[in-house]
Protein backbone atom coordinates (compact mmCIF):
# COMPACT_ATOMS: atom_id res chain seq x y z
CA UNK A 1 0.00 0.00 0.00
CA UNK A 2 1.49 3.79 -0.62
CA UNK A 3 0.68 6.44 1.30
CA UNK A 4 2.09 10.20 0.41
CA UNK A 5 4.86 11.50 2.70
CA UNK A 6 5.25 15.04 3.90
CA UNK A 7 8.36 16.40 3.49
CA UNK A 8 9.34 16.70 7.19
CA UNK A 9 9.21 14.02 9.62
CA UNK A 10 5.48 14.29 10.30
CA UNK A 11 3.03 12.41 8.67
CA UNK A 12 0.96 14.39 5.70
CA UNK A 13 -1.95 12.52 5.85
CA UNK A 14 -4.35 12.29 9.07
CA UNK A 15 -5.85 9.30 10.62
CA UNK A 16 -9.47 10.17 8.70
CA UNK A 17 -7.22 10.62 4.87
CA UNK A 18 -6.30 7.32 4.57
CA UNK A 19 -8.16 3.98 4.72
CA UNK A 20 -9.86 2.71 7.29
CA UNK A 21 -7.64 1.42 10.41
CA UNK A 22 -9.48 -1.93 11.90
CA UNK A 23 -8.00 -5.33 13.93
CA UNK A 24 -8.59 -8.85 12.70
CA UNK A 25 -8.05 -11.75 14.15
CA UNK A 26 -4.93 -13.30 13.25
CA UNK A 27 -5.12 -15.81 10.41
CA UNK A 28 -2.09 -18.71 9.38
CA UNK A 29 -2.53 -16.55 5.97
CA UNK A 30 -0.77 -14.25 7.78
CA UNK A 31 1.76 -16.30 8.76
CA UNK A 32 4.51 -15.20 6.32
CA UNK A 33 4.03 -11.32 6.27
CA UNK A 34 4.51 -11.24 9.68
CA UNK A 35 7.94 -13.91 9.19
CA UNK A 36 9.00 -11.40 6.62
CA UNK A 37 8.32 -8.06 9.12
CA UNK A 38 10.25 -10.16 12.15
CA UNK A 39 12.83 -10.42 9.86
CA UNK A 40 13.29 -6.21 9.62
CA UNK A 41 15.93 -5.25 11.38
CA UNK A 42 13.52 -1.98 12.21
CA UNK A 43 10.87 -4.16 13.76
CA UNK A 44 13.35 -6.47 15.26
CA UNK A 45 15.77 -4.39 16.92
CA UNK A 46 13.18 -2.01 18.24
CA UNK A 47 11.06 -4.83 19.57
CA UNK A 48 14.27 -6.93 21.08
CA UNK A 49 13.40 -9.79 19.44
CA UNK A 50 16.11 -12.76 20.85
CA UNK A 51 15.95 -14.96 17.41
CA UNK A 52 14.11 -14.73 13.90
CA UNK A 53 11.31 -16.01 13.68
CA UNK A 54 9.97 -19.19 11.59
CA UNK A 55 7.02 -20.05 10.06
CA UNK A 56 6.02 -22.81 11.66
CA UNK A 57 6.79 -20.66 14.99
CA UNK A 58 4.56 -18.03 13.60
CA UNK A 59 1.64 -20.42 13.02
CA UNK A 60 1.82 -21.97 16.44
CA UNK A 61 2.19 -18.90 17.84
CA UNK A 62 -1.54 -17.70 15.31
CA UNK A 63 -2.86 -20.57 16.45
CA UNK A 64 -2.40 -19.62 20.23
CA UNK A 65 -3.57 -15.90 19.53
CA UNK A 66 -7.15 -15.86 20.98
CA UNK A 67 -7.03 -17.36 24.15
CA UNK A 68 -6.96 -16.19 27.59
CA UNK A 69 -4.10 -14.91 28.20
CA UNK A 70 -3.33 -13.60 25.18
CA UNK A 71 -5.33 -11.88 22.19
CA UNK A 72 -3.30 -10.56 18.91
CA UNK A 73 -5.10 -9.19 16.15
CA UNK A 74 -3.90 -8.34 12.42
CA UNK A 75 -3.91 -4.38 11.98
CA UNK A 76 -5.44 -3.87 8.53
CA UNK A 77 -5.23 -0.93 6.48
CA UNK A 78 -8.58 -1.26 4.22
CA UNK A 79 -7.78 -4.44 3.37
CA UNK A 80 -4.40 -4.40 3.63
CA UNK A 81 -2.71 -6.33 6.71
CA UNK A 82 0.05 -3.82 7.80
CA UNK A 83 0.98 -4.77 11.22
CA UNK A 84 0.30 -6.76 14.13
CA UNK A 85 -1.09 -5.61 18.01
CA UNK A 86 -0.33 -8.14 20.90
CA UNK A 87 -2.35 -8.02 24.19
CA UNK A 88 -0.59 -10.83 25.91
CA UNK A 89 -0.05 -11.39 29.86
CA UNK A 90 -4.12 -10.76 30.40
CA UNK A 91 -4.58 -10.62 33.79
CA UNK A 92 -7.72 -11.14 35.26
CA UNK A 93 -7.44 -10.71 38.84
CA UNK A 94 -5.28 -7.43 38.70
CA UNK A 95 -6.99 -6.74 35.68
CA UNK A 96 -3.95 -5.71 33.43
CA UNK A 97 -2.07 -7.22 30.52
CA UNK A 98 0.55 -6.08 27.94
CA UNK A 99 0.97 -4.41 24.43
CA UNK A 100 2.92 -5.16 21.58
CA UNK A 101 3.04 -4.02 18.42
CA UNK A 102 4.69 -3.22 15.12
CA UNK A 103 3.78 -1.57 11.48
CA UNK A 104 5.38 -4.08 9.57
CA UNK A 105 4.82 -2.56 6.29
CA UNK A 106 7.11 0.26 6.82
CA UNK A 107 5.10 2.16 3.64
CA UNK A 108 2.98 2.23 6.51
CA UNK A 109 4.30 3.85 9.04
CA UNK A 110 4.18 7.01 9.83
CA UNK A 111 0.54 7.89 8.52
CA UNK A 112 -1.61 7.75 11.94
CA UNK A 113 -1.53 3.99 11.53
CA UNK A 114 -0.07 2.38 14.78
CA UNK A 115 -2.07 5.62 16.66
CA UNK A 116 -5.25 4.21 15.76
CA UNK A 117 -4.36 0.84 16.12
CA UNK A 118 -3.12 1.06 19.73
CA UNK A 119 -6.32 2.70 20.16
CA UNK A 120 -8.19 0.07 18.62
CA UNK A 121 -5.99 -2.55 20.95
CA UNK A 122 -7.02 -0.30 24.16
CA UNK A 123 -10.78 -0.10 23.02
CA UNK A 124 -10.57 -4.17 22.94
CA UNK A 125 -8.78 -4.36 26.35
CA UNK A 126 -11.30 -1.88 28.26
CA UNK A 127 -14.60 -2.33 26.95
CA UNK A 128 -14.34 -6.26 25.64
CA UNK A 129 -11.93 -7.78 27.78
CA UNK A 130 -12.95 -5.15 30.72
CA UNK A 131 -9.40 -4.84 32.21
CA UNK A 132 -8.61 -2.10 34.44
CA UNK A 133 -4.49 -1.45 32.99
CA UNK A 134 -2.34 -1.85 30.08
CA UNK A 135 1.33 -1.42 30.16
CA UNK A 136 4.29 -1.98 27.82
CA UNK A 137 8.32 -1.38 27.65
CA UNK A 138 9.92 0.53 25.16
CA UNK A 139 13.27 1.50 25.11
CA UNK A 140 14.44 4.91 25.54
CA UNK A 141 15.45 5.38 21.73
CA UNK A 142 12.46 4.54 20.18
CA UNK A 143 10.82 8.59 20.03
CA UNK A 144 8.41 7.29 17.31
CA UNK A 145 6.69 4.75 19.64
CA UNK A 146 6.79 6.61 22.65
CA UNK A 147 5.22 9.14 21.20
CA UNK A 148 2.86 6.97 19.78
CA UNK A 149 1.92 5.27 23.02
CA UNK A 150 1.90 8.82 24.80
CA UNK A 151 -0.36 10.64 22.27
CA UNK A 152 -3.33 7.86 23.40
CA UNK A 153 -2.74 8.50 27.04
CA UNK A 154 0.18 6.19 27.96
CA UNK A 155 2.30 7.61 30.67
CA UNK A 156 5.95 6.75 31.55
CA UNK A 157 5.66 4.98 34.97
CA UNK A 158 9.38 3.80 35.40
CA UNK A 159 12.92 3.58 34.21
CA UNK A 160 14.23 0.20 33.71
CA UNK A 161 18.14 1.27 33.35
CA UNK A 162 20.54 -0.78 30.93
CA UNK A 163 17.35 -3.84 30.75
CA UNK A 164 17.02 -3.04 26.25
CA UNK A 165 19.92 -4.54 24.08
CA UNK A 166 19.47 -2.51 21.41
CA UNK A 167 22.27 -3.18 18.40
CA UNK A 168 24.57 -4.83 21.92
CA UNK A 169 24.22 -1.51 23.33
CA UNK A 170 22.55 -1.98 26.92
CA UNK A 171 20.25 1.03 27.04
CA UNK A 172 17.48 2.10 29.59
CA UNK A 173 14.12 0.72 28.83
CA UNK A 174 10.66 2.80 29.95
CA UNK A 175 7.49 1.40 31.17
CA UNK A 176 4.09 3.13 30.31
CA UNK A 177 0.78 2.83 31.32
CA UNK A 178 -2.52 3.50 30.94
CA UNK A 179 -5.54 3.03 33.18
CA UNK A 180 -8.89 3.06 31.82
CA UNK A 181 -10.13 5.94 33.55
CA UNK A 182 -7.78 8.29 31.60
CA UNK A 183 -8.49 6.57 28.11
CA UNK A 184 -12.18 7.26 29.16
CA UNK A 185 -12.24 10.69 30.48
CA UNK A 186 -10.29 11.52 27.51
CA UNK A 187 -12.74 10.45 25.20
CA UNK A 188 -15.47 12.08 27.27
CA UNK A 189 -13.12 15.72 26.51
CA UNK A 190 -13.29 14.64 22.83
CA UNK A 191 -17.00 14.43 22.40
CA UNK A 192 -17.41 17.63 24.49
CA UNK A 193 -15.05 19.57 22.20
C1 LIG B 1 6.13 2.58 16.60
C2 LIG B 1 5.07 2.40 15.54
C3 LIG B 1 4.07 1.30 15.97
C4 LIG B 1 4.29 3.72 15.39
O1 LIG B 1 3.32 3.57 14.39
P1 LIG B 1 3.24 4.64 13.20
O2 LIG B 1 2.07 4.32 12.37
O3 LIG B 1 4.56 4.72 12.53
O4 LIG B 1 3.02 6.00 14.05
P2 LIG B 1 1.90 7.12 13.77
O5 LIG B 1 2.01 7.59 12.38
O6 LIG B 1 0.58 6.59 14.22
O7 LIG B 1 2.38 8.30 14.73
C5 LIG B 1 1.87 8.45 16.05
C6 LIG B 1 2.53 9.66 16.68
O8 LIG B 1 3.94 9.46 16.79
C7 LIG B 1 4.66 10.47 16.05
N1 LIG B 1 5.81 9.81 15.41
C8 LIG B 1 5.78 8.73 14.58
N2 LIG B 1 7.04 8.42 14.21
C9 LIG B 1 7.85 9.32 14.82
C10 LIG B 1 9.28 9.51 14.86
N3 LIG B 1 10.10 8.69 14.17
N4 LIG B 1 9.77 10.50 15.63
C11 LIG B 1 8.95 11.31 16.34
N5 LIG B 1 7.59 11.17 16.35
C12 LIG B 1 7.07 10.20 15.60
C13 LIG B 1 3.67 10.99 15.04
O9 LIG B 1 3.98 12.31 14.62
C14 LIG B 1 2.38 10.93 15.84
O10 LIG B 1 2.35 11.99 16.77
P3 LIG B 1 1.04 12.92 16.97
O11 LIG B 1 -0.03 12.02 17.53
O12 LIG B 1 1.49 13.97 17.90
O13 LIG B 1 0.71 13.41 15.59
C15 LIG B 1 5.69 2.02 14.14
O14 LIG B 1 6.49 3.08 13.69
C16 LIG B 1 6.51 0.74 14.18
O15 LIG B 1 5.94 -0.33 14.07
N6 LIG B 1 7.84 0.85 14.31
C17 LIG B 1 8.73 -0.33 14.29
C18 LIG B 1 8.46 -1.32 15.44
C19 LIG B 1 8.40 -0.64 16.79
O16 LIG B 1 9.20 0.22 17.13
N7 LIG B 1 7.42 -1.10 17.59
C20 LIG B 1 7.25 -0.58 18.95
C21 LIG B 1 8.12 -1.35 19.89
S1 LIG B 1 7.88 -0.79 21.57
Not at 15 to 37: E, G
Not at 77 to 90: E, F, N, Y
Not at 123 to 147: C, M, P, Q, S, Y
Not at 156 to 168: A, N, P, V
Request: proline fraction near 4%.
Amino acid sequence: MSLARGRGRRPVAATQAIPSITLAPLRPAHAPAIVRWLGDPVVSANLGLRSRPTLVRTRAFIAGSNTAAVCARAILLGAHHVGTVVLDQIDRHIGRARLHIYIGDAEARGHGVGKRAVALALALAFDELDLHKVWLTVHERNAGAIRTYESVGFAIEGRHRSEFLLDGERVDELYMGVLRSTVQVRKSARRRR
